[in-house]
């Protein structure tokens, strides 16, 4: 831990900031071969209750991703969460809490 803390202060100061998470999964990469990934849980904590309730209403609601129709936050793991994420076009805070709470809205009414 007083790696990572000592990476991103320099990393920090240097104006090269990235996200806490990539500077610990890279941690992780280099001092463990057990850890693909460095968190490797599921958004569901692996439910099995909550991961058929999603498959089961998969087809009913739309993804909160518009480049990745279908997909669903809840059946994928934590690091394909950030991936997807991370890659999605942002746009202003406004549009994206417009957004949020038309889905929600959406998700309410099925």
């Not at 209750?49 to 793991?77: C, D, H, M, Y």
């Not at 076009?89 to 549009?95: G, P």
């Amino acid at each position: 831990m007083k790696h990572t803390l000592m990476l991103f202060n320099n990393l920090y100061k240097t104006k090269k900031l990235f996200s806490v998470a990539t500077i610990i999964q890279r941690k992780n990469f280099s001092i463990s071969r057990w850890y693909a990934a460095p968190f490797g849980n599921h958004v569901s904590a692996n439910d099995p209750k909550i991961l058929v309730q999603e498959r089961e209403i998969l087809t009913k609601i739309k993804s909160r991703i518009k480049s990745a129709p279908g997909w669903n936050e809840f059946l994928a793991s934590d690091s394909e969460a950030i991936v997807k994420a991370e890659r999605e076009d942002h746009s202003s805070i406004e549009e994206l809490q417009r957004q949020t709470v038309e889905f929600f809205h959406e998700e309410k009414k099925n």
